[in-house]
């Protein structure tokens, strides 16, 4: 019944080399958002899409992009990974704009690796 | 100043215990508040929303003080599975994003 589905949980790679993390879900959201997690501090958001709408947070590096074919995927690249990109990326979901108290759905998570 | 601000912690108390976490905003149109709980290297989700007037489920009771722009969480007769990592996350009225603080870890002693 997973709602919000990130693969691959765990993710190795190389300094420099480029790598994708993927998010679905199944909730038919209109927003999908993904943050960077890293030990013991707080989610920090990268960006967000409503719809088809891209919103990125005026910190985050041009390092990091995304796209968004469809509804249920929701793609982040990072293009040239380095030692301090290591975390845990997590993928969200929210029905609409946070109105009122529209909550946030997580998806478990994929934690990259940069060796 | 953080947006957020929580105590890290971490908090270690037996179980059955009464603990208390404050968290402080430091944007005056925030409009809506919540506590998040985040287990050992999983994700976040959500335990309650906080209301104007103070709100509780269960053992939890969640209050808001706009003036001191501090929100608190209480767990009474705390349990083992307590123990989580607890998130403060508020966001402006219209705004696009949750903020959230750094949260506060809390162990709960057999």
């Known amino acids: 019944d997973a709602m919000v589905i990130q693969n691959p949980r765990y993710q190795v790679t190389q300094f420099g080399k480029p790598v994708t993390l993927s998010c679905s879900q199944t909730?038919?959201?209109?927003?999908m958002y993904w943050y960077q997690q890293k030990s013991s501090q707080a989610p920090k958001l990268l960006f967000h899409?409503?719809?088809?709408?891209?919103?990125n947070e005026a910190d985050t590096p041009d390092n990091f992009q995304s796209r968004r074919p469809n509804t249920s995927f929701c793609f982040l690249d990072i293009r040239s990974p380095g030692l301090g990109d290591a975390a845990m990326y997590l993928c969200?979901?929210?029905?609409?704009?946070?109105?009122?108290?529209?909550?946030?759905?997580f998806g478990p998570g994929t934690r990259l690796t940069v060796l | 100043r953080k947006e957020v601000e929580q105590d890290p912690g971490p908090f270690n108390v037996p179980e059955g215990a009464t603990v208390a976490f404050n968290c402080t905003y430091s944007?005056?149109?925030?409009?809506?508040f919540f506590w998040y709980r985040q287990d050992c290297r999983k994700e976040p989700k959500l335990l309650m929303s906080?209301?104007?007037s103070g709100n509780e489920d269960g053992r939890f009771t969640a209050q808001l003080n706009r003036a001191s722009q501090y929100i608190s969480l209480l767990i009474r007769d705390s349990k083992l599975s307590d123990s989580a990592t607890y998130l403060c996350?508020?966001?402006?009225?219209?705004?696009?994003?949750?903020?959230f603080g750094q949260g506060t870890r809390l162990t709960i002693n057999p």
């Open positions: 909730l038919n959201h209109n927003v």
């Open positions: 906080v209301y104007s």
């Open positions: 996350v508020v966001n402006e009225a219209g705004a696009q994003k949750l903020v």
């Open positions: 969200a979901t929210s029905r609409d704009y946070l109105a009122g108290n529209n909550e946030q759905f």
């Open positions: 899409y409503y719809d088809k709408d891209f919103n």
């Open positions: 944007n005056s149109a925030s409009q809506s």
